[in-house]
T-cell receptor, first 115, second 116 residues
Framework: AQSVAQPEDQVNVAEGNPLTVKCTYS??????LFWYVQYPNRGLQFLLK??????LVKGSYGFEAEFNKSQTSFHLKKPSALVSDSALYFC?????????????FGRGTSLIVHP | DVKVTQSSRYLVKRTGEKVFLECVQD?????MFWYRQDPGLGLRLIYF???????EKGDIPEGYSVSREKKERFSLILESASTNQTSMYLC???????????????FGAGSRLTVL
């Protein structure tokens, strides 16, 4: 079985400050991990993914995420937030040893960046 | 760019009506999905299809059916709409077979359905 948790419903940060959106996962094997972003009244867009290799993954719009196997986490980060980063962020996991190619999504975290 | 097009962005239907939500993708993807998105619940998988005429139940299939007669089109059907089916519906597609789990899903813009 695979699952993902996003412990914060909402994250507030001031423009220019660093931001972190948290994600923890549970798989029986090894994970593929993904972050997607959803802007108002739009579908989800891919940001970045971890498959293997370097634990620090860089993605679109200046975002990055760090894979931590011991803590089973994949937190999304950005050094300096922009107001335009305000959106809904979803973490997703797939256990690539589990025989299913379907990812499981978290409940989403609303990021609000204040001017 | 891969495009996933959901034909209806906003729909308002009455209880008991039959509702069709259409989704078309233009990149020859084998796999297509229907999700339901509700505040605080995230994305929940309704049905998916890995080939023409093939379908599999997701986590919440009750009250829904699907049709995939052509590779590019995946339809979600509400046989008799109810108020608790008021939601945002998202279609997605991805290439590859079962071992290609690293591939990224491409989503449509969503269809917001209100059932009165």
């Amino acid at each position: 079985a695979q699952s993902v948790a996003q412990p914060e419903d909402q994250v507030n940060v001031a423009e220019g400050n660093p931001l972190t959106v948290k994600c923890t996962y549970s798989v029986s094997g090894n994970p593929y991990l993904f972050w997607y972003v959803q802007y108002p009244n739009r579908g989800l867009q891919f940001l970045l993914k971890y498959i293997t290799g370097d634990n620090l993954v860089k993605g679109s719009y200046g975002f990055e995420a760090e894979f931590n196997k011991s803590q089973t986490s994949f937190h999304l980060k950005k050094p300096s937030a922009l107001v335009s980063d305000s959106a809904l962020y979803f973490c997703a996991v797939r256990d690539f040893t589990g025989g299913s190619y379907i990812p499981t999504f978290g409940r989403g975290t609303s990021l609000i960046v204040h001017p | 760019d891969v495009k996933v097009t959901q034909s209806s962005r906003y729909l308002v239907k009455r209880t008991g009506e039959k509702v069709f939500l259409e989704c078309v993708q233009d990149m020859d993807h084998e796999n297509m999905f229907w999700y339901r998105q509700d505040p605080g619940l995230g994305l929940r998988l309704i049905y998916f299809s890995y080939d023409v005429k093939m379908k599999e139940k997701g986590d919440i299939p009750e009250g829904y059916s699907v049709s995939r007669e052509k590779k590019e089109r995946f339809s979600l059907i509400l046989e008799s709409a109810s108020t608790n089916q008021t939601s945002m519906y998202l279609c997605a597609s991805v290439s590859g077979t079962g071992l290609s789990g690293a591939n990224v899903l491409t989503f449509g813009a969503g269809s917001r359905l209100t059932v009165l």
